[in-house]
């Protein structure tokens, strides 16, 4: 009988903290036992952005009491850690040392050996923490603050991008545009929360990249394209960008939000016809945005399409998918955890180059 392996998972590559712990039987997919997170959105709002430094200094801050209260909630011991996995990259140099240097610490210290793990790859395979995990292969579409990629999935550790954002990320196009229209950072959830009210169809915004043949993405020029349509708009009623009224807004933040979802869900569709493949992942913080799983779930019913998505609360950065991520891989075969504690991050790692 296969022993219980015990996997920490240590997250801090931008503004959140998070700790999980996750239980390794066999050939059964890993279980998750218990997670904590701690968001640091209240203290980088002021400033309007995440500032590095301030996001590693409370790292420091959060990561062990996340940790005591994994094991608290999870019911287990210290001593019952197998391996001890960390965010590696890519990420702010600063906060993921770290999540890198307490790993370490702790892995010395109990004896335990460490694994180091690309945060996207966390994302990729957080999907296999839902109730309806996926299987191999899928098409995925990663959409987070800093990346949008198509990438084929054939297990794990096997993948091959299929198409990537050339400028901005889907993220970065939400929060830019929601900064535009004065939404507290960051500014994704706020710029949905705010199209809710507003009528997709207002303005017609640009789909970049829609007709270009390949998978590849680009939405620097859709928040352009916003910051004109608002100046206009702005000038029309002799006011602020800001103090548009609230109407004008909600209009401008749910055509923004069809530009953006429209370009996702029609590249993914055309990702799934290229390689053939019949079932989509979706993960990262833009797959928590509801026009999007709405249109995914359409599109691909309407094509016998299977498609999954991290639970809402995992689609953001947190631990459990760095626990998830280094069990599977341990589970592969992909990688075995090291008991050299001479630890590296890297703020910069390609998925494709894993
Ligand atoms: O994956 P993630 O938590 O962090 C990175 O690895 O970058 O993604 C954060 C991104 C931010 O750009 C945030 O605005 C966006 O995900 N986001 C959303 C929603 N929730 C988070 N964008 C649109 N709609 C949402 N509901
Ligand atoms: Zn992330």
């Keep these: 009988m296969a022993k219980t392996l015990h996997v920490l998972g240590i997250e801090s590559s931008c503004d959140e903290t998070g700790v999980a712990l996750v239980a390794l039987h066999g050939d059964d997919l890993p279980r998750l036992l218990a997670h904590a997170l701690y968001s640091q959105i209240d203290m980088h709002q002021a400033y309007g952005g995440v500032v590095p430094e301030l996001a590693s200094r409370d790292h420091i801050r959060r990561v062990l009491p996340l940790t005591q209260q994994v094991l608290r909630e999870s019911g287990r011991t210290l001593a019952e850690i197998d391996v001890v996995a960390f965010t590696r990259g890519p990420g702010l140099a600063g906060a993921l040392l770290v999540g890198a240097g307490v790993a370490c610490a702790l892995g010395a210290a109990l004896r335990k050996p460490v694994l180091g793990v690309h945060h996207l790859e966390g994302h990729l395979l957080s999907p296999f923490l839902s109730a309806d995990p996926p299987e191999f292969p899928f098409v995925a579409l990663l959409v987070s603050g800093g990346h949008t990629q198509l990438m084929r999935v054939d297990g794990v550790g096997r993948y091959t991008l299929l198409g990537e954002t050339i400028d901005d990320a889907a993220g970065e196009a939400f929060d830019k545009s929601a900064k535009l229209l004065g939404l507290a950072y960051p500014g994704g959830p706020a710029l949905a929360i705010l199209a809710e009210q507003g009528n997709p169809s207002a303005y017609a915004l640009p789909r970049p990249l829609l007709k270009s043949g390949n998978l590849d993405f680009s939405f620097a020029g859709l928040k352009t394209a916003v910051m004109v349509q608002a100046r206009k708009l702005a000038a029309a009623q002799g006011c602020e960008l800001e103090k548009l009224p609230t109407t004008v807004r909600a209009d401008l933040a749910a055509s923004t939000q069809a530009a953006i979802v429209e370009v996702l869900?029609?590249?993914?569709?055309?990702?799934?016809?290229?390689?053939?493949?019949?079932?989509?992942?979706?993960?990262?913080?833009?797959?928590a945005n509801r026009k999007l799983r709405e249109q995914l779930n359409a599109e691909c019913a309407k094509r016998q399409v299977r498609v999954h998505y991290p639970e809402m609360h995992l689609c953001t950065d947190n631990g459990a998918m760095i626990a998830m991520a280094a069990a599977m891989r341990l589970q592969s075969g992909q990688q075995t955890a090291s008991a050299v504690y001479a630890f590296d991050v890297k703020p910069r790692w390609p998925l494709q180059l894993l």
């Design 265 to 287: 869900v029609k590249k993914s569709i055309a990702a799934l016809a290229q390689t053939g493949m019949r079932r989509l992942v979706v993960a990262g913080g833009v797959g």
